[in-house]
Nanobody, 124 residues
């Protein structure tokens, strides 16, 4: 069974940093697009950052400059590093993986495996 397990979330103060990890299992993910969706109450889930099988990176406007996505294929793990966190970064971050390119994943289309989501709360 394919599983994506997130870790590293929690409560941080504005200006702080944290690292999210997504450990994938059940198959080799080196040929998969992987990314993080962010969901805020009352808002539609949207792709926050993604990295393709070729290493191509995507960042939503709200993620640019303060977030870095990376992957370690040997460990089947996806990472999201953050710095200078803002209250607006608060949300549920959900790991995603699929065989389609980033553009397709951004549309929420195609086959997507999902993690359960992890809460990130940034306080003022």
């Amino acid at each position: 069974q394919v599983q994506l397990l997130e870790s590293g979330g929690g409560l941080v103060q504005a200006g702080g940093s944290l690292s999210l990890s997504c450990a994938a299992s059940g198959r080799t993910f080196s040929d998969y697009t992987m990314g993080w969706f962010r969901q805020v109450p009352g808002k539609m889930r949207a792709l926050f950052a993604a990295i393709g099988s070729d290493g191509t990176q995507y960042y939503a406007d709200s993620a640019k400059g303060r977030f870095t996505i990376s992957r370690d294929n040997a460990r089947n793990t996806l990472y999201l590093e953050s710095k200078n966190l803002k209250p607006e970064d608060t949300g549920v971050y959900r790991c995603a993986a699929g065989p389609e390119p980033i553009t397709t994943m951004a549309e929420g289309a195609g086959l997507i495996y999902w993690g359960q989501g992890i809460q990130v709360t940034v306080s003022s």
